[in-house]
């Protein structure tokens, strides 16, 4: 069976930076770049014409910055994947991205490797913070919830960017049941995706 191809729109403002990034994922056989631009507005309007299934964008853009252009591209394209590599590692940056419904948000010093990774995981559904980031968003409890044994243990693993899938074989459950659990977590943290849900659990010290 022939891989499935993944296509990317990269976005960075940085020309040595986006050419860099563009050559990098090129090279590998289920990935391929199918634009590149160096602001938001253009952005949003390639992917309205290209349909990407993953943007890879900067958080510093001119004009419009990434955060802002995600949030007009996901509301836009739900099923639209972002994800934002960035320098910057404070709390503030990443929880208005979690805000902006990025599907993930690493770390620009990130290995080659990890940035691969995380488009092939969140290709395949999962959510990416980066490790330095996860504990960064940690700080005492604020809001106290009543959850299962078998809820925590499903949002600790979304935490580490696994599947509903990957999750049922992990704690050797049915795939309905981690279904049916994480509209439970959601319902729980009044939250609307998995990465808020992730933050939400972080902020307020439940994993």
């Known amino acids: 069976m022939t891989q499935e191809t993944i296509r990317i729109f990269v976005v960075d403002d940085h020309f040595v930076v986006r050419r860099g990034l563009v050559s990098f994922l090129n090279v590998s056989n289920d990935l391929q770049v199918v634009g590149e631009t160096d602001n938001g507005e253009d952005a949003i309007t390639h992917c309205e014409d290209l349909m990407p299934d993953i943007v890879l964008m900067d958080v510093v853009l001119p004009n419009i910055d990434g955060i802002d252009t995600c949030a007009v591209i996901k509301k836009k394209f739900p099923n639209m994947n972002v994800i934002m590599p960035s320098s910057f590692s404070d709390t503030t940056m990443v929880r208005r991205a979690i805000d902006a419904v990025a599907t993930g948000y690493l770390l620009k010093d990130a290995h ?84 808020e849900a992730v933050a939400f659990a972080l902020e307020n010290d439940i994993i």
Request: include cysteine; hydrophobic fraction near 40%; glycine fraction near 2%.
């Open 112 to 195: 080659p490797q990890q940035i691969l990774d995380a488009i092939r995981m969140v290709q395949s559904g999962s959510v990416i913070i980066a490790n330095e980031l996860t504990s960064a968003l940690t700080h005492p409890t604020q809001k106290t919830i009543d959850f299962k044994s078998r809820e925590l243990s499903i949002l600790r693993l979304i935490s580490k960017g696994y599947t509903n899938k990957q999750i049922a074989q992990e704690l050797n459950i049915n795939y309905a049941t981690v279904k049916h659990c994480v509209r439970e977590i959601l319902a729980k943290t009044e939250t609307a995706s998995r990465a």
